[in-house]
Nanobody, 121 residues
Framework: VQLVESGGGSVHTGDSLRLSCVAHTDTFDSYGMGWFRQAPGKERKFVAAINWNGRTTYDDTVKGRFTVSRDNGKNTGFLQMNALRPEDTAIYYC????????????????WGQGTQVTVSS
């Protein structure tokens, strides 16, 4: 499965961005999708996830600001990021899995190439 992310960029504190992740597969609706981020010099961390039937999970650092969604008809997942902060600066990755705890990197089978998000104060 090939995943292609887009939508990153450079913004200021309080701004919004919407990341997209297109999955090149005929069975997208059977996958859960997760979003992770990796800041310079730090490990890749869980951000949010949406499973095959729409159930969502969020890290506490983004609850109330980020929204994860999917459009199975377009094989695409989304991460709407509002009220961005400098600490949200990272490379954001999408990934898909066939099951398991969505918060763990090892759950995921395929990863995108990442898209840079930079938030300045």
């Amino acid at each position: 499965v090939q995943l292609v992310e887009s939508g990153g960029g450079s913004v200021h504190t309080g701004d919004s961005l919407r990341l997209s992740c297109v999955a090149h597969t005929d069975t997208f609706d059977s996958y859960g999708m997760g979003w992770f981020r990796q800041a310079p010099g730090k490990e890749r961390k869980f951000v949010a996830a949406i499973n095959w039937n729409g159930r969502t999970t969020y890290d506490d650092t983004v609850k109330g600001r980020f929204t994860v969604s999917r459009d199975n008809g377009k094989n695409t997942g989304f991460l709407q990021m509002n009220a961005l902060r400098p600490e949200d600066t990272a490379i954001y990755y999408c990934a898909v899995s066939t099951g398991g705890d969505p918060r763990y990197r090892t759950t995921y089978d395929y990863w995108g190439q990442g898209t840079q998000v930079t938030v300045s104060s």
